[in-house]
């Protein structure tokens, strides 16, 4: 059972003093050491899934206006992701106030465990004080996994990178021209370049016009200094760029 010092703990973690204390109790208790199923956490992981989920999207789409669906739908993956709640329960502490059976404590957590804990006691902050509290401890915790999944994925994304920053900068979109075409039919390379504002970048070929378009795109952004190469030599967003600020 989860002691008083426990929910105390837990509280302070939350941010926020529980009216309904039975709510941060289940939200916490793991089955082995449960009368019932029921009055483990698992119910209200359910809830906290939705919750965090909602809240997630809701935070991608604001943050990122000009990514399509399967680019948001990837983010959200990587950003909600099982590891990524565990890593966020075992950085707040939340591990070492879980009530277990006594066949597993003293063992380290599976990370499916405190995955789970981590989105109930979402569920119990959302039943007890509301969305909007909810909202206030998901956010400041899943927005730096948010960039981060964006970050890692911009690779395959310069067009919609550049697309961000023409309509901030520019407020125009970019233009994507064929310059140049060779090969068979069934094997056609394509030399594409964009026009920006106009300013025509470096052209890039390709293997089809999307990959062409996307090459010219990222040689767009690194003219830009948008993109930079890091000490690995990988290309990563420049710090102080407009569409990193965004």
């Known amino acids: 059972m989860v002691d008083d010092v426990s929910l105390q703990r837990a509280q302070e973690l939350l941010g926020h003093p529980f009216s309904d ?35 997630t999207c809701e935070l991608i789409f604001s ?7 399967g680019e948001m739908t990837k983010i959200k993956s990587i950003a909600v992701s099982r590891e990524t709640c565990a890593h966020i329960a075992r950085e707040m502490g939340l591990a070492d106030l879980v009530a277990l059976g006594k066949g597993m404590q003293g063992a380290a957590l599976p990370t499916s465990l405190l995955a789970g804990v981590f989105e109930a006691v979402i569920g119990a902050l959302y039943l007890d004080a509301g969305p909007e509290a909810a909202r206030a401890f ?29 309509q901030q900068s520019a407020n125009e ?9 060779k090969g068979p039919d069934h094997a056609k390379c394509f030399k594409v370049c964009v026009e920006l504002a106009g300013r025509r970048f470096d052209p890039a070929w390709g293997p089809s016009k999307k990959q ?11 003219t830009l200094g948008i993109l930079a190469q890091d000490d690995d030599g990988q290309l990563v967003l420049v710090e102080d760029s407009e569409t990193t600020s965004a």
Do not use: C, M, W
């Open 212 to 222: 062409a378009e996307q090459i010219a795109a990222r040689h767009a952004l690194v």
């Open 63 to 69: 943050r990122y206006p000009d990514l399509l669906e």
């Open 21 to 55: 204390l039975d709510l941060l109790r289940r939200a916490l208790t793991h089955a082995s050491t449960a009368d019932t199923r029921l009055d483990s956490y698992e119910r209200l992981e359910f809830l906290g899934d939705a919750v965090l989920g909602l809240t």
């Open 138 to 166: 998901i956010a400041p915790r899943i927005e730096p996994f948010i960039e981060r999944a964006y970050r890692n994925g911009h690779q395959q994304n310069f067009k919609s990178l550049l697309q961000q920053h023409a």
């Open 173 to 181: 979109p970019p233009r994507y021209l064929i310059l140049d075409e």
